[in-house]
């Protein structure tokens, strides 16, 4: 995304009157990005940027503009060697951080914060843009895990993916003979298969203990949660209710 | 993609003078797909549609509509019931296609074919609309494996997503009970799960001979092969060359 | 089981007075099973047919010859092509569809019907001829899970099983060039161990909940059940009365 | 198989005059399988009897009765407690067993030995009876393995086989209490699964070196042989004889 | 160590005015160790022999000198041949005993035997010396694996050690030839891999169903039990009192 | 080891007269570990000091002491908070974590220093103190695989250690609430059996191809190196000259 791109794109997307901008750039720093996020902050829609670890350095300028951020550590760089920018191993890189994203929670929280956006447009109330980086720490705390382990599972294949961005900005950006970053990249590519498998894991815990929780959307849009695989997704507040009921007893 | 979305989007799409259309639905016979469709039949630009099963019924009228196509039997309908339409669930769901698709050598067809179209309208020749159904047939054929085995398990992991296609349609449109079509959506995903571990199997047996290809593209967009990890990509034709020489020998 | 066979060995099976006749063939139209039926069917003794996905065109003709018949649809045909016809691959391959056949439940329908018919014979009660299709919906209806997810993979794999059928008939009858049936052998024998798998994977979720279900005979062949590893078998009527005993509490 | 089963069945055997029995009993020293030795060695017909470790304690005695042998000492006693006697289990049981005896080899010499008889047999020669133990020391020897790891997994799978017959035989003739012998039970089942896991491995291997020796009959029932999976099978005459022209070479 | 060994480290051990002494060999009845046992049992400081399978053979010799005995028949030989004396193929065998030995429980047994001898030296009441034969039965008895099937993996994990140790007896002592004894331990040693992955999923099992028990040591020394992951680990005591309370309700 | 662990214990040592002093610490800058280095630096005796990551920051000053060092980056430090101090746990660990210092060749570094040095000492030429950080580019460097995935996955688990040391330092001595820790701890744990994994992956891609390295010492201590199983080691010398006579064909 060039600043040339976005000049010649940003006018098009306009003209649908958005009510809702989402940036996505793995590095908001750069002019092109730059460039978008300078005119989203001038017009008077909502704008969110998804980021992985480089937007961490401009958050500051984030909040001066006006704009929400969600910044992924986990969705690292690809190994962006001439020698791996085959479409096929691309792929399969992003399919395997697709995954550890998923189960991990980072999409949860991802769709949650857009669909609250999305809430109040519709609602007409004032929009609470999101602020948050969401790195291991938060990946704890906003878990939908019932087994602890599994949740841990989780955690270490996030921590995986952030090891996987050092290790290929190491083999893309300082190590210049392919003897060297070649080696490396291949090591980083393995870690995202066993990010991968760690992540699956997780989630075939919460099978086994039949606790593996589904977030489908209502018809109107809103979230239900279901637990138990052959009943019915419900909406969260009936959930607590019947929480507190059990208590009475 | 309704008729409306299309009519409001199509025209802005067109401001940029595009070289090259690419129509992607995984039913291309609904309305608004139709719509697109009709409008590219019209437009001078070279089209090319990607679509998966249902497709296949609308070939004739494709190819009258002077329009090119790749259709992908091997990506199947989604388990698209309330209860798995959690964002994270397709997520996971697409996770594993995705793996089978790149693994398999269905995305390595679809980039060689739209890079071949990219190329004739590069260098002024006139462009071959491929007109291709990606089926486990043509998988086979294609396949860039050197272990038979390698290959046996990719097209054993391609014809595991048709049968995801298949149990998907029942649990989506024939059964109605919940009790019914929960076990089999839950089975679908399942079998996509095991569709990706077959698939990695493959790719693995090639890395355990260091023979497994990888086809980057060279800085001018011409495709390179690589098969030995430690060795740089060339081009083919230097292989077919290098080939013969050793022939001579 | 040409017609030859039968009339030398049906002669000297009758001689036996046996109480039951069970005949097993994978495709009961063919001469030499049509033979034994006519021959079963004259008999005054109840008899089964069981057979695969090929009985299921004969449906009608078994009820008029009054048999009875438990059709497995997950029962596939062999890669039955000379370069797989080594008495190694074969046991493999029936290894893996008995362990599917196993642990999905399709062995428990079978057995089940056997007893039942035993049972009537054994009490001078009127035999229950079992007519039966077991496919995918009946392991799901009748199935001994406790867990979803164990259901839903021992699912997955009695479906595999079913294109494993498809994928070979092709193989040995509709393809000619050893280029083209090798691979989809090969294929569908790779579909037969990821089946076996998976249903292993089911049995191993009823293990680690200690939910697996075991029905030994009694002594006098009654049919008894146990779930907890430690703890007996009981007769099912007890486990009813106990049942009821702990809803009234 | 009691002295009167034997009794009733064997005349019946006779009357189809077989040119070759085959006596298969896990412990051929109890009275009914001994009662139908003593029977076939009257008869002059080759006889070959067919059994597992118990076997070996009556070499002597099958040898003076002009009998052959082929013992199995890897086919292992299953666990016959009430608890396990459930259909189910034992079909897995012997699913795992059979993958062993299969991919070690220990099924290629039965029907290697077997079809050398009917070779004889045919051809009017003078039948060889076999006079085996197949134990790990013969696995090691008549091993088709060509990666020296992959019979090194198969051989350790063997040795399994065989440790479960030892818990087996203690958990249902030592072991009294259900407390005890429950887990001994589970225990051993437990390995067999861990020993059709370990031959899988070894068969791997050899798919992944493309080294896979696979043994068809001709259609006139002699062995052929191949290897890659995408040539044909040929006789093994010829196999020496391209060997050494090579050697010549 | 040798005699000559013995005799040099011993006087400066003693110097320290030990409080227990435990002396390690996996043949005590050899000349160093024999030696060290003499010396030991006339010294007036509690002894712990810890030994594995040929230990059991001085029982009694051992019973005679005063000295307390950890027999663990699951602490096999290594494959001490030429061949496999690798450092690494050293350190990867230890690697996988040790993990079945600590997840079995046979490593819990130990400590709490040594814990229980300090405990006595601090509180300067009569140290009770251990006794123990730790083999499958006392495995079995002393688990603390609240699921039965993951107690029945960790038995077939420590069966498997007690098979390597024969297996590598034969190929240490008997076999003589490098064509039979390199297979055989690398046999043995691919057993030990599979008895860490049975282990393994013992331990899985358990992580499962959050079921997993730890018993870390109290500042004092005093050992502490926790089984749920987030809760902290408490006093048995403690835990005895809680559970009878629950009893009372 | 406290200071006066090493008062009491050091002159003993030397009373040993011995040849080489190896110094084992994770870290070698606390007072303990000082003060045995400070007295090693002035005995006239070959020194190295073994350490994990935290030795990197003394060594200098460990240079000029005279003292040779060997760095292992990727031996981390374990989950020392009370809940995880279970003896079961940590010997777990260690498992996991000799696994990948074995098979990685951290080991095999270690022990080629030392065995250099002991045959410098044996033949009294001067000894070379060695001086290397062992992290993932020396793994690169002196890696014995053959196949490249298989150092790229050996790699991938010495990051992961390396990864655990990160997160484990965090959970020790930063996070203050068990809410905290105790996932941190979990997730590191995991992340040690999945680089335990990779690992053993790595190795078993070598068994595959026959083409792993075994380098076990001759009988008069020097080392010799095997690559197919079946052959014999020979030392390296001849190794040398079998590969120059091959190149002169």
New interface residues.
């Given amino acids: 995304m060039t600043v040339d791109d976005v000049e ?1 794109a940003l006018p ?1 997307i306009l ?2 009157n958005p009510d809702l901008l989402v940036l996505i750039s793995p590095n908001p720093a750069l002019p092109g990005p730059a460039k978008a996020r300078k005119k989203f902050s001038s017009v008077r829609v909502p704008c969110v940027v998804i980021s992985d670890a480089p937007g961490k350095r401009i958050k500051a300028e984030l909040e001066e503009q006006g704009l929400g951020y969600l910044i992924i550590t986990g969705d690292p760089l690809i190994g962006a060697r ?8 691309m ?2 890189f ?3 951080i ?2 550890v ?3 991990t ?1 980072a ?2 929280i991802v ?1 949650q914060e857009i669909d609250q956006l999305v809430h109040s447009i519709k609602t007409g109330t004032s929009p609470h843009l999101p602020r948050l980086v969401i790195d ?1 720490n938060r990946i ?1 705390d906003s878990s939908d895990f019932n ?3 599994a ?3 989780a ?2 294949a996030y ?2 993916t ?2 996987i961005a050092e ?1 290929n900005l190491q083999a893309c950006f300082v190590e210049k003979e ?3 970053y ?3 990249v ?6 995202a ?2 990010a ?3 992540a ?1 894991e997780a ?1 075939e ?1 919460e ?4 606790t ?1 929780v ?4 209502s018809k109107e849009g809103k979230i239900k949660t ?1 637990t ?3 009943e ?2 419900v909406f969260e507040e009936k959930l607590e209710k019947n929480r507190s009921k059990n208590e009475t007893l």
Same sequence: chains 1, 2, 3, 4, 5, 6.
Avoid at 207 to 210: A, H, I, S, T
């Fill in positions: 010649e098009k003209e649908f001439r020698e791996f920018l085959d479409p096929v191993e792929a399969i992003n399919s395997n697709i995954k994203l998923a189960i929670g999409y949860r769709h291991v704890q087994n602890p382990y949740r841990a599972k955690m270490a921590e995986l952030e090891k290790i392919s003897s060297k070649i080696p490396l291949a090591c980083a590519h393995e870690i298969q066993a991968a498998r760690l699956e989630r815990i099978k086994y203990g039949d593996l589904r977030k489908p959307h279901k138990k695989l052959m019915p997704p």
